[in-house]
């Protein structure tokens, strides 16, 4: 199987030097952000603002499509914070239709950051 059509649970992610799995500095951010949040969550564009990363960057949340996540999996060898489970996805229909997903970190995600 070619690493571009691995799923996100066949690749491993880099061990850090205790044995848990390495977030990555951008992920440490975004989670970070999200922890901040005083109600509800944000979209991509606030997280990219609030946790000082490139908008690009925020493909480190995920993304909810399998085919997509893993893709991102195969493609960075990192795991995501969706497929992590620290952080959760909800697509809300703004004014006019719009759709938008809303990002929030999880209790997972809060565990996560009281042991960084």
């Known amino acids: 199987m070619s690493a571009a059509t691995k799923t996100a649970s066949e690749v491993t992610p880099k061990p850090s030097t205790n044995g848990k799995p390495e977030l990555a500095k951008p992920q440490i951010r975004i989670l970070r952000a999200l922890g ?14 609030r ?14 499509d399998p085919e997509i996540e ?4 195969a493609k960075y ?8 489970r620290l952080v959760k996805a909800e697509e809300v229909e ?10 929030t970190i999880t209790a ?3 565990a996560a950051l009281d042991n960084l």
């Open 36 to 49: 901040r949040a005083k109600s509800g969550g944000l979209n991509r564009a606030m997280i990219a603002e």
């Open 51 to 64: 946790a000082h990363v490139s908008p690009s960057m925020t493909a480190n949340l995920g993304s909810t």
């Open 108 to 110: 997972k995600g809060r």
């Open 77 to 84: 060898l990192k795991v995501s914070l969706l497929s992590r």
């Open 70 to 73: 893993a893709g991102l999996t």
């Open 94 to 103: 703004l004014d006019g239709g719009v759709k938008e997903t809303i990002y």
